[in-house]
């Protein structure tokens, strides 16, 4: 077996009691990151992040975690942030604790400058996060999302697998899979051909899952979700079977 890779810490940073880390992160200067919390390996943390501060909620204690150890009650501690592999995770980034369900960010995404993930979100893996996107508590977005910058989600949305965010939008209702929206509120201006493509469909596929994508029809029921490439047959059941009410 290889050695494990050291984590590099800066030292001005501040990583409290009730944080598991993995391997081979890079913490930098003046970042905060308090319990509980776990983070995964090869995760690039920049300077002036927070992971782990209380949610933003007037009735949920506020404990001092960065010199404080959690006493294992998730009612005062929160319920934890859990964090992937492989994140880039630019400055001045937050994410907060959980209220009820730990905030749990997955693999492979990329954080940029300023942006915000708040209590009890579910981001996916492979997702893109740009700068000065703020989401409300409960959100849940799917893997390979792509926020623009500014963007802003109320409380509880759902953004689709896939779906891109035009910049600035405000989102305030579920976006679909594979779909591109845009504009205040945000609406659903057509399907993400390109992300599609890249993914491995042709334009018969890709006409043929249109009307599901757009929330006008079923999925179509002659197996074509069995003849997606790759692992996109998985996410495409997944998003069909998501509970309605999730949002």
Known sequence: MSPAAPNRIHPTAVVGE???????????????????ARIGDGNWIGPHVTIGTPGEDRGRPHPAAWEETPIGDPDQDGYGVVIGDRNRIREYVSVHQ??????TLGSDGYYLRGSHIAHDCLVGSGVTVASNVITGGHCHIWDGANLGMGTVLHQRVVIGPGAMVGMSSAVRREVG????AVGNPARVTGVNVVGLSRRGLDETMIEALSPWLKGKGELPDDGLADRLPGDLSTVVKAWDARP????
């Open 98 to 103: 959980g209220t009820w369900r730990t905030t």
């Open 18 to 36: 009730g944080v598991e880390l993995g391997e081979g992160n890079v913490i930098g200067p003046y970042t905060v990151i308090v319990g509980p």
């Open 244 to 247: 309605r009410d999730e949002h």
């Open 177 to 180: 899979a594979f779909t591109i």
